[in-house]
């Protein structure tokens, strides 16, 4: 398979609720059998990345004491569960939970599995809702890694944190190739204005909404439904954003070279458009070369810098 593509599955099931005097690993044994019945709907289209929600495995109908105590039993041993799932169909997967420290205090993370099982990395919520500190003890993250699969480059976020420029300027600087969102919340436009923001695809996982995946340009290339709270699709992330301005020609004449291997797509409106390589032997970084097509990034650095340039600003 082309490096750049690759098939994603995002999960977006409302939370298990369970009586509020279940004992605790009895609740840990209903939400890995309730995560196991999920997995069943995406597994046949053998993903290579499967996304699901914030927060997880948590679960309604427990007091606060209640369900500190089943965290407590629960420990690693639903992400133990998804690293299995990750190793048995040779897919990566994001666990996305409330985790204990060893100090005593708590995150919200999302933690990436890579295909033997193994845990490539930790992200932690960057943006707590305030309550998640002052009533759970939960931290706010610091770091913002990006973390480099077989397929490309993914950043993970979290609910909250899609309100905020600070992490989503990181993000712009480190060049994912793709954002993973688990949520409670959907965002909304913010969705969009990420994926473009960042040139990156974007999946969000959100529970009891629609879980979408969306191109560089904001633009939802598929979705869960009302019938279906799961989605499976193809993505090419062997792609890149383009200005119209000064590259019409360029445009024509790599269009007639590559033919049906090259996807131009115009959202209308915009003035910029993707272009993917659907050649397994040209990346879109030698077609772009090859024809001396510049990037949109390119563009608008030098229409900065034109403004700045001494004579040109009034």
Request: aromatic share 10%; glycine share 6%.
């Amino acid at each position: 398979k082309k490096r750049g593509q690759v098939r994603i599955a995002t999960l977006g099931p409302r939370s298990l609720s369970v009586d509020a005097n279940a004992d605790p690993q009895s609740i840990v044994s209903q939400v890995i059998a309730h995560w196991r019945r999920e997995f069943s709907q995406v597994l046949p289209d053998r993903p290579d990345l499967i996304v699901v929600p914030e927060a997880c495995d948590r679960v309604g109908g427990l007091s606060r004491e209640r369900l500190l105590e089943y965290y407590r039993v629960r420990k690693d041993q639903v992400r133990d569960f998804f690293a299995k799932v990750a190793a048995e169909n040779r897919c990566y997967v994001v666990y996305s939970a409330a985790r204990e420290m060893p100090d005593g205090t708590w995150r919200n993370s999302s933690t990436l599995i890579d295909r033997q099982g193994r845990v490539m990395g930790v992200y932690h919520k960057n943006h707590v809702v305030i309550e998640e500190t002052t009533e759970s003890g939960i931290l706010c993250g610091r770091q913002a890694p990006v973390f480099d699969c077989d397929f490309g480059r993914v950043a993970l976020a979290i609910c909250f944190d899609l309100n905020f420029d600070e992490l989503r300027l990181k993000y712009i600087q480190a060049r994912p190739d793709l954002i993973v969102f688990s949520s409670m919340y959907h965002g909304g436009l913010m969705q969009a204005y990420w994926a473009y923001s960042c040139r990156a695809h974007f999946v969000g996982a959100v529970s009891g909404l629609p879980c979408e995946i969306r191109n560089p340009l904001g633009e939802v290339v598929a979705s869960s439904t009302n019938y279906f709270d799961f989605v499976v699709a193809d993505v090419n992330l062997d792609c890149r954003l383009v200005h119209l301005d000064y590259n019409w020609s360029r445009l024509r004449d790599l269009k007639a070279k590559y033919g049906p291997k090259v996807t131009i797509h115009d959202p209308g409106f915009l003035g910029s458009v993707l272009i993917s390589s659907e050649d397994a032997a040209v990346s879109v970084d030698e077609m772009i070369a090859e024809f001396h097509i510049e990037l949109l990034d390119d563009y608008m650095a030098r229409a900065l810098a034109h403004r700045h340039t001494p004579g040109n600003m009034e």
